[in-house]
């Protein structure tokens, strides 16, 4: 049986976010493996950025349950009303310095990243969001919001938490097992771990990433 783990009031199992995809093959592999959500970037600062065009492609190739996730960072009401009206969004990742206000106003569910420097007042830091559906733990390298490949000392992260987290940050197959052991996240979120070049992902490196993480889960 799969250990599971209490945060805010509710019971979950450890979760599993494949991030930067940039391929339909990616995308299959992920759902395959048993991954829980996918994410797609759309800030075009990032080697994982994918169109509209590309994204829907992806899009169209996955199960019905497999959760949509969009990476944004510091974008206009226009493009984001333009990426829900395009996509089957089913939830937004906000990266930048978006207001609690800004993030609720297209009533869907998001996640708010936060950087590894926010620990230390972390319940303040969320109870400003309080429609967020989660907190993404992620460190922050030379302006990059997310696959930087760097891990940040996870003992900063408070044991006692009011809300759900999520792990991110230089996770990968060798490491997910003793993070989720260590931090007990609600989930866990990987890009340039299961990957042999920036936005191509390795199935088979997918695969043990979930398994690590979902054995660790059970210990």
């Not at 395959?32 to 590309?54: C, H, M, Q, T, Y």
Request: proline residues 7%.
């Amino acid at each position: 049986m799969q250990r599971v783990i209490w945060h805010w009031g509710y019971c979950v199992s450890v979760q599993v976010k494949i991030c930067g995809v940039t391929r339909e093959i990616d995308a299959l592999a992920a759902a395959d493996a048993g991954a829980n959500a996918i994410g797609l970037v759309f800030w075009p600062g990032s080697k994982r950025a994918v169109s509209l065009e590309r994204a829907a492609d992806i899009c169209a190739v996955l199960p019905p349950l497999v959760t949509v996730t969009a990476l944004m960072v510091d974008p206009t009401v226009e493009q984001v009303e333009g990426l829900l009206e395009a996509l089957p969004i089913n939830l937004i990742q906000w990266h930048g310095s978006e207001s609690p206000k800004f993030c609720e106003q297209f009533r869907v569910p998001y996640i708010r990243a936060l950087p590894a420097s926010v620990c230390g007042k972390l319940e303040s830091v969320m109870a400003e969001y309080p429609s967020a559906r989660g907190f993404l733990l992620d460190a922050v390298d030379n302006g990059q919001f997310g696959g930087t490949g760097h891990c940040f000392d996870w003992d900063v992260i408070p044991t006692t938490r009011s809300r759900p987290i999520i792990l991110a940050g230089g996770l990968n197959p060798a490491n997910v097992g003793e993070a989720v052991m260590k931090v007990r996240p609600s989930a866990v979120d990987v890009s340039s771990g299961v990957e042999c070049s920036p936005g191509i992902k390795q199935p088979e490196k997918i695969k043990q990433f979930i398994h690590a993480a979902r054995e660790a889960a059970e210990a």
